[in-house]
Every structure is written in structure tokens, then in C-alpha cells.
């Protein structure tokens, strides 16, 4: 839960916390009637934005990480023979070309 967290900024779980507590309120007002389908739907709506938004923020993470990898190996073979060098660290790390 904690990486969930991390990864959503302020107005997100103000959001989550909202849009929660608006659907509890509609669930207690208005029963189990036709109404709350709709409700059900807007609140569904919010978590699928959520979970997009932290998967966004995962992926960006992780692409952040290999840029700071790459950019080491580019460092590093500034001091070497770039071509060789940075096709067999490549080549061990699993990368290919693209």
C-alpha cells in the first residue's frame, strides 16, 4: 500500500477520498435502488483514472532507471573504447538495439 502512496500525489487521494465517501453517503441516503448503478459507475470510473494514473507513474519510474542506467554506460565508455565496450555491457545486461 505504502508504493501505492508514493506514487499519488495529494489532489489523487484527496480523489480517492471523496469519491469514496460520496458513494457510502449515496449507498446510506438512497438504499440499494436503481439510482445506485450510477453511482456504482461514477465511482468505478475514478478508481480505473487511479489505477491508470499510478500505472503511469510506475512506468515512468522504470524508464527513469534505464535512462539513468544507459546514461552510466555512456559515462563509462567515454573513458574506453565506446563501440566495443558499450555492446558487450549491452549484450550482459539483457539489452538489445533498437
Request: proline residues 2%; positive net charge; charged residues 25%.
Amino acid at each position: 500500500m505504502s508504493r501505492m502512496i508514493k506514487h499519488l500525489d495529494a489532489g489523487s487521494l484527496l480523489v480517492i477520498a471523496t469519491t469514496l465517501f460520496l458513494f457510502i453517503a449515496a449507498l446510506l441516503f438512497k438504499g440499494l435502488t436503481h439510482d445506485l448503478l450510477l453511482e456504482t459507475g461514477v465511482f468505478l470510473v475514478s478508481v480505473k483514472l487511479i489505477i491508470m494514473s499510478y500505472k503511469s507513474a510506475v512506468v515512468a519510474e522504470k524508464t527513469h532507471a534505464e535512462l539513468r542506467e544507459i546514461r552510466s554506460l555512456l559515462h563509462r565508455s567515454e573513458r574506453s573504447d565506446p563501440p566495443r565496450v558499450v555492446h558487450e555491457q549491452m549484450e550482459a545486461s539483457g539489452h538489445e538495439r533498437g
